[in-house]
């Protein structure tokens, strides 16, 4: 795809949008919330697959009407993550725009989840040389929809946030790229544009104008 000119980086959501991790999570999440008597379905889990674990604990306490071990859960579902990371595979879509641009334009990930999670997953599926930075929800005061993710990966690439373009699949991330005023793309309809279009233009779609 052709980058515009004033874009200088570009900024990945990892679970999601680099790697099809949503399957995963979900699984690990109702796999460890089953453990203290909270049976979600899959369905549940699929609105909120763009959320750190605080926030989606905090819809399941609200779901539950409880109070629940916040330290257990979030152990026992990233051990079921990394015991199954061999089963990941990345967006080639969106990974290949990675490895197009790696080396041209700085290049950075920015994500919601835990460090060692992304880190791990980025390894594991061999991504993790494409990007000069890794921010995650350590590294922030706020998860997304907050700006502070996004601006922190473009603070670290020591670029402005409107010479930044945002890869996303999640509202609650392409809010966040939206307050950072940083230009975005949602991958979802990248993917689905995928096939060359009638008049053979070559569509890119965006939260904002660039």
Known sequence: MDIPAHI??????CDGT????????????????????????????????????DLLLDDVERHFGTTLPREDVARLTRAHVM????SLREIQ??????????????LAVA????AEIVQTTLEATGLRPLFNEIVTIEDVANAKPAP???????RRLGLAPDSC?????????????LLAGMPAIDINKLMADTAPPPDGLNRVYLRKDL
Do not use: K
């Not at 200088?8 to 959501?13: K, N, S």
């Not at 680099?18 to 889990?45: I, K, N, Q, S």
């Not at 015991?83 to 061999?86: A, G, S, V």
């Open 8 to 13: 200088q980086g570009l900024i990945f959501d």
């Open 18 to 53: 680099l790697v099809d991790t949503p399957p995963l999570y979900a699984a690990a999440w109702m796999a460890a919330l089953a453990e203290f008597g909270a049976r979600l379905e899959l369905e549940w889990f699929r609105p909120r697959a763009g959320l750190s674990e």
């Open 83 to 86: 015991d199954n990371l061999h």
């Open 93 to 106: 879509a969106v990974a290949n725009i990675a490895r197009a641009q790696a080396g041209r334009l700085q």
């Open 111 to 114: 994500s919601s989840g835990p």
């Open 148 to 154: 502070d993710l996004f601006l922190e990966a473009a």
């Open 165 to 177: 373009l945002v890869f996303e699949d999640s509202a609650q991330g392409l809010q966040a790229a």
